[in-house]
């Protein structure tokens, strides 16, 4: 697997609310990845543009990503590790 350094870089990051089992870290490039407490990646989203916020719901179920160059929210379920988009109907 190709690995990207950030060095140096300004970083976006959360920890999973309520439960505390995930970390969101979003780069400078046009990624998020989802770690473990372990440190382990569960999964990575691709981005049309770099990441502008992220944050998780009350519960911790659901991370929200917002992308420069989309209008979709970008939606990762921790409880089935699956990524989906939703229209935010903003252009």
């Known amino acids: 697997?190709?690995?990207?350094?950030?060095?140096?870089s300004c970083l976006q990051y959360k920890w999973q609310?309520?439960?505390?089992?995930?970390?969101?870290?979003?780069g400078p490039d046009n990624f998020v990845q989802?770690?473990?407490?372990?440190?382990q990646k569960v999964n990575e989203l691709?981005?049309?543009?770099?990441?502008?916020?992220?944050?998780?719901?009350?519960?911790?179920d659901?991370?929200?990503v917002i992308a420069e160059k989309s209008s979709?929210?970008?939606?990762?379920?921790?409880n089935v590790n699956k990524i989906s988009q939703l229209d935010s109907g903003m252009r």
């Not at 609310?17 to 979003?26: D, F, I, M, P, S």
């Not at 989802?34 to 440190?39: E, N, S």
């Not at 691709?46 to 916020?53: E, M």
């Open 34 to 39: 989802i770690f473990d407490r372990h440190g």
């Open 17 to 26: 609310k309520t439960v505390g089992n995930y970390l969101a870290v979003a």
């Open 1 to 8: 697997t190709k690995q990207k350094s950030w060095s140096g």
């Open 72 to 78: 979709s929210i970008y939606l990762w379920d921790a």
């Open 62 to 64: 659901i991370l929200a």
């Open 46 to 60: 691709n981005l049309p543009g770099i990441c502008l916020s992220l944050d998780w719901d009350e519960d911790g």
